[in-house]
């Protein structure tokens, strides 16, 4: 392994890290934007998933008192259902295809709010919609690993406080994202050049974490509000142009 490659794992380790601690989602969009210049994606993704997981128990321990249970397993449940079917389509479904449309749809949601003075505001119960989310979002994390797009646009469409937001996100993502890295885990896909990827990254990712963690107790609810979709934006327009340049 060259030094540029390291220095590279910890650069994508880092970004990953703070934007993890600061907003509750992003690691893997942000780490992979770095280390698949590096590293092919099957070093790559499962190193992301496992940092993904050890950097989202830190915000999920922060927001644990802002928790509302029924609310997360409206969300989360169907989300489990989600998972088996999309590794049963895993090999019949373009993923490919599905990352640029879900790309596409933070691109416009985001570049439409970002610069918006008036934010969205959903008031009402949605029991319904939340779980059609969560269950889209199950499968959309077993096919292209994109768990947290769905319920990050949804929620951000409510006037809900920050550490309520992240209490859904946060805990959400890590469920989803635990599960396909134990997956990955049994079938033996996480080879020893991903476990190299985790062992240098992971005091930097954890830092990192801290700091964004940091940062997010210091801004308002309205700030961060804002700030999720402006990273929804950011994420989007990373993850298009690293399928595009995948070509």
Do not use: H
């Not at 060259?2 to 794992?9: G, N, P, R, S, W």
């Not at 950097?55 to 609310?71: E, K």
């Not at 209490?167 to 049994?186: H, R, T, Y």
């Not at 985790?198 to 964004?212: D, E, H, N, R």
């Amino acid at each position: 392994m060259t030094l540029e490659t390291v220095v590279v794992i910890l650069l994508g380790g880092f970004c990953g890290g703070f934007v993890t601690g600061l907003a509750g989602f992003g690691l893997s969009l942000f780490a992979l934007s770095w280390w698949l210049q590096v590293m092919p994606p099957v070093q790559a993704v499962p190193a992301a998933l496992v940092m993904s997981v050890v950097s989202g128990l830190q915000g999920v321990y922060l927001v644990r008192t802002s928790v509302d249970w029924p609310r997360l397993l409206r969300f989360l449940l169907p989300a489990l259902l989600g998972i088996p079917l999309g590794l049963m389509l895993l090999d019949v479904i373009d993923s490919r295809s599905l990352k640029l449309v879900i790309a596409g749809f933070l691109i416009l949601y985001g570049g439409f709010f970002a610069f918006r003075r008036e934010l969205p505001n959903l008031t009402r119960p949605t029991p319904v919609i939340d779980g059609g989310i969560g269950f889209v979002s199950g499968f959309l994390g077993a096919v292209a690993g994109l768990s947290g797009a769905l319920p990050t646009m949804w929620s951000a469409m409510r006037r809900w406080g920050k550490s309520e937001r992240r209490a859904l996100l946060q805990p959400f993502n890590v469920a989803i994202l635990g599960i396909s890295a134990a997956i990955l885990a049994v079938t033996g896909d996480i080879g020893r050049q991903s476990l190299i990827t985790m062992a240098l990254a992971l005091p930097v990712t954890i830092i990192a974490t801290q700091i964004g963690i940091l940062v997010f107790k210091r801004v308002s609810d309205t700030a961060f509000q804002r700030l999720v979709i402006v990273l929804m934006f950011i994420s989007g327009l990373g993850l298009m142009l690293r399928e595009l340049m995948m070509v």
